[in-house]
Nanobody, 123 residues
Framework: HVQLVESGGGSVQPGGSLRLSCTAS????????LAWFRQSPGKEREGVAA????????YYADSVKGRFTISRNNNENAIYLQVTDLEPEDTGVYYC??????????????????WGQGTQVTV
């Protein structure tokens, strides 16, 4: 079982930045795709970024390319999402997720078994 805990959310002005963190505990060894999702008010949850493979392959949603950066630190058992140039449309609850998949990771919800509780980002 894997437990995920997010932190780092907050309220920022448009154009601002945040660094979201997700700390993992439990049996993470079989999770080869780690991702960030967000759920904005009135919208479905969407995948915004993923890191997979050996930690050297990445996926970003078109809406965040060039502004968001996902990274992982295996020593700290953590993943991060650096979010910059924030827009009001980025407001939402951000979740990290872990999964074990055999195809390229595109941050699709159904691929993930383990989820954190979410952290709120308000722009």
């Amino acid at each position: 079982h894997v437990q995920l805990v997010e932190s780092g959310g907050g309220s920022v002005q448009p154009g601002g930045s945040l660094r979201l963190s997700c700390t993992a505990s439990g049996n993470t060894i079989n999770s080869n795709c780690l991702a960030w999702f967000r759920q904005s008010p009135g919208k479905e949850r969407e995948g915004v970024a993923a890191v997979y493979g050996r930690g050297d392959r990445y996926y970003y949603a078109d809406s965040v390319k060039g502004r968001f950066t996902i990274s992982r630190n295996n020593n700290e058992n953590a993943i991060y999402l650096q979010v910059t140039d924030l827009e009001p449309e980025d407001t939402g609850v951000y979740y990290c997720a872990a999964g074990s998949i055999s195809h390229p990771c595109r941050a699709v919800s159904s691929d993930f078994v383990y989820w954190g509780q979410g952290t709120q980002v308000t722009v």
